[in-house]
């Protein structure tokens, strides 16, 4: 039996014939947008990986040469033995994102991303016209040959979701109810937030980027300790 994955769900085409009501061409139009709104959001967030590894590399291969001629020129003000070892540690970083970012195939994946993305549009397109069963086909086909989102791509997309229809993410309430309030998006934005843990991804979030904070700020304490230490 041939089954497909959304967020934590799987659904199997037997459901689809099974349960038209549930699985019509509108239910599918649901899913599709949620999936491509996963895509997008997994291509930013390899984007702002690929951007920063490679951000990383160039700045620190620039303040290793800057330290190399800042012991040559001014070792006067400047602690020569502390710099060649903070060297070696930065070093090691460079060489460390050198490997994550060749094993870690940023463009590709970026771009086998964007093809599926590209072919989803055509396939919600398609849908109203085409024949259920073999848009559902594609579907499959499509997502098999995609990689599998992560839980922050998913809370990415439920979060922007919860903004749309004043959900609140850590409440999991409607903040303010109106008439403009659709009950059966709504719940979907609900169950979605049912599934994930909020604190677990805002956290994930806050530590990657005080990483990037710290990383960024490490050369440039070192190159003060060194000035201070002389």
């Known amino acids: 039996m041939e089954v497909i994955n959304i967020s934590n769900e799987v659904i199997s085409l037997s459901q689809v014939s099974n349960n038209k009501p549930k699985y019509d061409k509108e239910k599918w139009k649901k899913i599709m947008d949620t999936t491509q709104s996963n895509y997008a959001n997994m291509i ?8 920063f590894s490679n951000f990383i590399l160039i700045y620190y291969s620039i303040f290793l040469i800057i330290t190399t001629l800042t012991c040559k020129y ?21 060489l460390a ?20 993305l590209n072919e989803l549009k055509n396939l919600k397109r398609e ?17 098999d040959k995609t990689e599998r989102r992560e839980d922050i791509d998913f809370f990415n997309t439920v979060r922007s979701l919860a903004k749309l229809y004043d959900v609140s993410i850590l409440t999991k309430k409607v903040k303010k109810v109106s008439k403009d309030n659709d009950k059966e998006k709504v719940d979907v934005v609900l169950g979605y937030l049912s599934e994930i843990s909020v604190l677990m991804a805002i956290t994930k979030i806050v530590i990657e980027y005080l990483w990037y904070i710290i990383v960024i700020f490490i050369p440039i304490i070192m190159f003060v300790i060194c000035i201070m230490a002389r």
């Open 74 to 94: 001014f070792s006067d003000y400047y602690n020569v033995i502390l710099s060649e070892y903070f060297s070696i540690i930065l070093s090691i970083v460079v």
């Open 44 to 51: 930013k967030r390899l984007t702002r990986k690929s951007k």
């Open 97 to 116: 994102y050198s490997i994550i970012n060749s094993n870690a195939n940023y463009s590709v994946r970026i771009h086998i991303l964007e093809n599926s």
């Open 127 to 143: 849908l109203d016209q085409a024949d259920l069963q073999e848009c559902v086909c594609k579907y499959n086909n499509m997502t």
